[in-house]
């Protein structure tokens, strides 16, 4: 019998068979490598992933069993609680912008403690774009000098803020969009009607945890759909009212954590928005983003060049990298709609 007939798997993740096949290939040869850069869009499916591959690793060290995770044995719980004296999870802290060096610290400390059991220790670094530059030399040595039985996982949307060192010294996982026909028929095995099931699907572009947030709160949904009409249809005011628009986001913004955040959030949604613009008008076989705006972006392509439309996403772009300098959104946002 081979080893895939020995052992059955329990991931229900959408797409990514490839990366499945190989990480559970990992879990029964056990030749893991110390260091793991899983990297690939937000909500593509990397957390869920990594969170079926660890419980995975020791479920099927200490168990015995023969379906992994069976999310019933000690350390299959103790993981979902955090509590799992082999499990570390580091998270950007509270009003923090950076990982700081004294967390891989404490990390490399808790590595090197001997496993009561001897078996792995397992660390996941989410968000591990955001090190601060100690942090993540302090991270390099611990990856060139593993302790034991140690894994330690980075996970990030933004690969290119990753230390060159750390990526040439993991092994790097990358996560693709999932094809828009799979995320379809994933929501119409849910029940979703065939409609909402098209419109998720296309506004998700390949990243499943997108398409199913919004499935499990149709309210929600809603919603987005009208703030996205809104935010075309100032296009179409006159300039006082754009203006008054970007005063209501200002305050809205004052609800978040981080402002910096939600129009990071806004510029996204635009960039996308005048893609389908631009889109519209010059192709009628690449299908759109928002089908379910169709008639205000034909009314608004009629009423741009190509030109004027192109010069404002390159803007959309521009304008995310001054926001990261920590640029007034206002300036911003105000200076985008002179258009």
Not at 122 to 141: G, H, R
Not at 161 to 169: G, K, M, V, Y
Request: positive net charge.
């Amino acid at each position: 019998m081979s080893e895939a007939q020995e052992f059955k798997f329990n991931w229900p993740v959408l797409g990514h068979q490839d990366i499945i096949k190989y990480l559970q290939k990992l879990i029964i040869s056990k030749q893991f490598v110390s260091s793991y850069l899983f990297f690939g869009p937000e909500d593509v499916g990397k957390k869920t992933l990594v969170n079926f591959f660890v419980k995975s690793i020791f479920c099927f060290e200490n168990q015995g069993t023969t379906n992994f995770p069976c999310s019933e044995c000690k350390d299959c719980k103790d993981i979902d609680k955090k509590i799992h004296p082999g499990y570390i999870e580091i998270n950007l802290e509270e009003d923090k912008k950076n990982i700081s060096i004294d967390q891989i610290r404490e990390l490399k400390e808790r590595l090197y403690l001997t496993s009561a059991s001897g078996s792995y220790k397992v660390a996941i670094i989410y968000q591990a774009d955001l090190l601060s530059l100690e942090a993540a030399n302090a991270l390099l040595k611990l990856i060139e000098e593993p302790p034991k039985n140690s894994i330690i996982i980075l996970i990030t949307k933004k690969v290119e803020n990753i230390l060159p060192t750390i990526r040439s010294r993991t092994q790097n996982i990358i996560f693709q969009n999932v094809s828009l026909k799979e995320i379809k028929n994933h929501l119409l095995q849910q029940g979703a009607s065939e409609n909402v099931a098209r419109e998720l699907a296309q506004f998700s572009s390949g990243i499943p945890g997108l398409a199913m947030s919004y499935y499990k709160d149709l309210e929600l949904w809603k919603q987005k759909k009208n703030n996205l009409k809104e935010m075309l249809d100032i296009l179409e005011r006159p300039l006082n009212l754009r203006l008054n628009w970007v005063n209501e986001q200002i305050k809205l913004s004052k609800k978040f954590s981080n402002q910096y955040i939600y129009f990071e959030s806004l510029l996204n949604s635009y960039l996308r928005l005048v893609r389908d613009i631009i889109v519209f008008q010059i192709s009628n076989e690449i299908e759109l983003i928002h089908p379910f705006l169709e008639e205000v972006i034909s009314s608004i392509s009629q009423k741009y060049k190509s030109q004027d439309l192109l010069i404002f996403y390159e803007k959309l772009f521009s304008s995310k990298k001054i926001l990261n300098q920590n640029v007034n959104p206002r300036i911003i946002f105000e200076n985008l709609l002179l258009i």
